[in-house]
């Protein structure tokens, strides 16, 4: 019995009811980019029921991928109950938890975060701190970089997200150091309410600079058991790829596999898989977000869907006839929407079941259906929050 939850970063189907509320009216990710290059070329995943989900929005088709006579998957959307739009809000939703109040955010004029607080994390550290605003991580690297090459201080910013920003090079400030600077912050970001501080370490030198794949998230700790605590805690293995174990704060994984890249996480789910018997293979799929969405990158943002649907066409032949296969995101990241962050949107539901015909699930209240569904497939107790959408 092997369940795999696949999270594609930032894959959303259409704006949520409340996307006014961030501003995101009219946002719509995957509608979006097949849009902006003419059509997208997704067969498995049109197979699968992708494009059935925009009539149980009462949207459009989505060009290049039309709706499916007979799906192979049940297909739906999600609408998220939580307050906020950003990954750690939108994974732990997934695993059981609603976030309301959400997490802290911070003005995007400078000081984005207390003078005090940024003084005892220089101090703490040893080292100053230029930036301290909302920026897109590329242009301020790109912008204070020499700064921070000359001072070796430590570049900072925010989004619109609940995330405190750290950016380094890796020849001035070496990764265990940049770590362990992360580890102060989260410290002292605890008593602020942050999502998220991410290490975000890059090389190369002025006009050449460029982000490794060093990243690592210090997430907040969750205030109760996720469906990740509740399946070890039931003798269940979870694995985890990609980011997937900062997000959860290392809790409730059994092993995992830090990748930095969509075809390092596909290899990690099919190794994880090849030797469970029994368990859960949890991925995110960071490069849509993380290359394509906040760099408004639509030519980009559809070529990493296609890659995906291949890597599908091979990795579905190798699920057993009692597995488990569940496609869904976690937020928008649109790459034809104006500014550079996430999106308020419904995200996609695909469940899948070897020689199981797929059926419609409408749209769910809430990402917590996933959570409950999976404790439902493993026969552990149900979680407090969501409704099982397994027949």
């Not at 939108?90 to 695993?95: A, V």
């Not at 940049?178 to 102060?184: D, L, P």
């Not at 496609?327 to 539901?349: I, K, M, W």
Request: with cysteine.
């Amino acid at each position: 019995m092997r369940a795999v939850l696949i999270v594609l970063d930032s894959c959303g189907i259409g704006a949520a009811p409340d996307a006014a509320e961030y501003g995101d009216e009219g946002s719509a990710t995957i509608p979006h980019t097949a849009e902006a290059v003419g059509g997208l070329a997704l067969p498995v995943l049109g197979a699968l029921g992708l494009g059935n989900i925009p009539a149980l929005r009462g949207a459009g088709p989505i060009r290049g991928v039309p709706p499916a006579a007979a799906p192979l998957a049940s297909y739906g959307a999600m609408e998220e109950r939580s307050q906020g739009k950003d990954t750690v809000t939108g994974h732990w939703e997934i695993g059981g938890l609603v976030m309301r109040p959400g997490f802290a955010l911070f003005p995007p004029d400078p000081p984005s975060f207390p003078p005090s607080m940024v003084a005892e994390f220089e101090r703490r550290t040893g080292r100053a701190v230029i930036g301290n605003r909302a920026a897109n991580g590329v242009a301020i690297m790109n912008e204070l970089g020499d700064e921070h090459l000359r001072t070796g201080a430590w570049i900072l910013y925010t989004s619109a997200d609940s995330v405190f920003q750290l950016c380094a090079h890796e020849g001035i400030v070496p990764l265990p150091e940049f770590y362990r600077g992360c580890e102060i912050a989260r410290e002292l970001c605890d008593p602020l309410r942050v999502g998220r501080v991410i290490a975000r370490p890059f090389v190369g030198a002025p006009g050449a600079f460029r982000r490794t794949e060093n990243r690592r998230d210090f997430a907040y700790r969750p205030s109760e058991p996720t469906l990740l605590e509740r399946l070890v805690s039931a003798g269940v293995d979870v694995c985890a790829v990609g980011k997937i174990e900062d997000i959860f704060a290392h809790r409730g994984i059994t092993r995992s596999n830090h990748t930095g890249n969509n075809r390092d996480s596909q290899k990690a789910v099919g190794d994880f898989l090849a030797g469970l018997d029994r368990g859960l293979v949890f991925a995110n799929f960071i490069d849509f977000d993380m290359l394509h969405g906040h760099m408004r990158d639509a030519p980009g943002y559809a070529a990493a869907l296609e890659q995906v649907d291949g890597w599908l066409g091979r990795f579905l032949p190798t699920l057993r006839p009692d597995d488990l296969l569940i496609l869904t995101a976690d937020h928008g990241n649109d790459p034809t929407f104006r500014g550079s962050d996430h999106t308020r949107e419904h995200v996609p539901l695909l469940a899948y079941r070897p020689g199981r015909p797929g059926r419609p699930l409408g749209i769910r209240d809430g990402f917590m259906d996933v959570a409950a569904s999976i404790a439902a497939y493993f026969g552990i107790p149900a979680p407090p929050r969501g409704t099982s959408f397994l027949g």
